[in-house]
T-cell receptor
């Protein structure tokens, strides 16, 4: 019962370094998402992918890029990390397309805690 | 745009106390409403959901009723346990929207 798997669980970067957060799901879901969680702000959508081969910006996309490598995998890349990107990052997936929002039950990974010094 | 407002925490209760966490929303049309729970060190898990007005979602003793007239989806539990200590997020999903819109979360601490 792996569900949504994120790696790494923890990461410390220096300002300007780059890294890629990995996410994989084994539920054959069409849609995948990247959120960041900051204290007192809930979760905010960074990017999402409605289906394999497509990606779209969310609420806070600046400073990030994504790749939907195949149906299972959706990675998030920080090209030049900044202290403002210190956060907990969650990947999620759902069966339905985002346009069918009413049935959009999302399943979350355990998160990646990132600190940028 | 869509938004979700939750009561601020932390909410501290004694075991077996009654729990209410308030959630109100703003959205066009008829969104679906969700409660997610996050236990320490873990990701979010769906707790319950309701997809139309007057629906009641329930799970693990928790309940919430979709109130269109008051745009609310308050979470309740009759008798909390220490194991219910977690952060609870109210969220909505509207047709045509990109993803879930979350409230800021409410931390619940249950003391023995």
């Amino acid at each position: 019962n792996a569900g949504v798997t994120q790696t790494p669980k923890f990461q410390v970067l220096k300002t300007g370094q780059s890294m890629t957060l990995q996410c994989a799901q084994d539920m054959n879901h069409n849609s995948m998402y990247w959120y960041r969680q900051d204290p007192g702000m809930g979760l905010r959508l960074i990017y999402y992918s409605a289906s394999e081969g497509t990606t779209d910006k969310g609420e806070v996309p600046n400073g990030y890029n994504v790749s939907r490598l195949n149906k299972r995998e959706f990675s998030l890349r920080l090209e030049s990390a900044a202290p403002s990107q210190t956060s907990v990052y969650f990947c999620a997936s759902s069966q339905q397309d985002v346009r069918q929002g009413a049935k959009n039950i999302q399943y979350f990974g355990a998160g990646t805690r990132l600190s940028v010094l | 745009g869509n938004s979700v407002t939750q009561m601020e925490g932390p909410v501290t209760l004694s075991e077996e106390a009654f729990l209410t966490i308030n959630c109100t929303y703003t959205a066009t049309g008829y969104p679906s409403l969700f409660w997610y729970v996050q236990y320490p060190g873990e990701g979010l898990q769906l707790l319950l959901k309701a997809t139309k007005a007057d629906d009641k979602g329930s799970n693990k003793g928790f309940e919430a009723t979709y109130r269109k007239e008051t745009t609310s989806f308050h979470l309740e539990k009759g008798s909390v346990q220490v194991s219910d200590s977690a952060v609870y997020f109210c969220a909505l999903s509207g047709v045509g929207r990109r993803a879930l819109t979350f409230g800021s979360g409410t931390r619940l601490q249950v003391q023995p």
